[in-house]
Structures are given as structure tokens and as C-alpha cells.
């Protein structure tokens, strides 16, 4: 369309859109979606966090989970009393103490790390790490945009 065109056709179109009545919501929307919105807004509490509950509750529910923990504690402690208990402790102690050499391997060079950190200078310490979190995040990185990218439906 020419520009004196399209000014025509929206002057007219103005005009019509102008004299269109003025249209009113049904009944009862409003009360409606208000009442809606107040619902959204505050959900049951024991849909919220467990922080926003109210104290008592909070309380009550503490106590309760710490009951259960300790019972859970003192079931264990009778368990490893009896002889059952015994025999199933004795059996474990028997089938993972092949793991002691791997734990004495990793202790000695948690060892040997920490002799190396305390010998040298704290700007090399942080520089290893900054490198080492970019090779972490670039490796995140590259197998997300590879996984979208074998994953992504064309």
C-alpha cells in the first residue's frame, strides 16, 4: 500500500474500533478471579516450606523426626547386641577389610596433597583450582551442547 494509504485506512480503521460499544466483563468474573488469585497466593501449609509452617506444627514435627531418628539409633545398638547382630557385623568386618589397602592408598595421598598445598605458594593453589573448575565447567559445557545437539528433533 502507499503511505496516504495506509494513513486513510487507519483513520478509518480508528473510527470504526471508536464506535464500537463498550464491552462489559460477565457477572460475577471479577469476584471470580480475585478469589482465584487469593488461593494462588496462599497455599495450604503443608504445601509450603517447612520453614513457613506455622511454629507449633514446626515444633511437633521436630520432635517427631527426632523420635524417629533415635529409635532408629537404639534399634541399631540392640541389633549389633545380639548375636545375629554380631554374626552380620563379623561378616561384614570379614568381606570389606580387603578395602583397607584402598583406603590406606587414599589417606596417603590425601596426605601427600596437603604437604604439597602447604608447601607452596597460595597464588599457585588458586590458579590450579581456577583451572580446574574451567576444565570441569568446559567439559559440562560441551557435553550438554553435544547431547542437545544429538538428542535435538529436526
Not at 19 to 24: A, C, D, F, T, V
Not at 125 to 134: E, F, I, T
Amino acid at each position: 500500500m502507499k503511505p496516504q494509504n495506509d494513513k486513510d485506512w487507519e483513520s478509518r480503521l480508528d473510527r470504526v474500533l471508536k464506535g464500537l460499544p463498550e464491552l462489559s466483563a460477565p457477572a460475577g468474573l471479577v469476584e471470580k478471579t480475585m478469589s482465584a488469585l487469593e488461593r494462588r497466593q496462599k497455599p495450604a501449609w503443608h504445601r509450603q516450606p517447612w520453614t513457613m509452617w506455622p511454629t507449633w506444627l514446626r515444633a511437633v514435627s521436630l520432635m517427631a523426626m527426632l523420635a524417629v531418628f533415635a529409635g532408629i539409633c537404639v534399634i541399631k545398638w540392640r541389633f549389633l547386641h545380639t548375636s545375629f547382630g554380631a554374626d552380620v557385623s563379623q561378616w561384614a568386618t570379614d568381606n570389606f577389610s580387603s578395602l583397607d589397602g584402598a583406603f590406606a592408598t587414599l589417606d596417603a595421598l590425601g596426605r601427600a596433597a596437603v604437604t604439597l598445598v602447604r608447601h607452596l605458594n597460595g597464588w599457585v593453589v588458586v590458579l590450579a583450582v581456577a583451572m580446574a573448575s574451567v576444565a570441569y565447567l568446559t567439559c559440562i559445557g560441551l557435553g550438554t551442547a553435544a547431547a542437545r545437539l544429538a538428542f535435538s528433533r529436526r
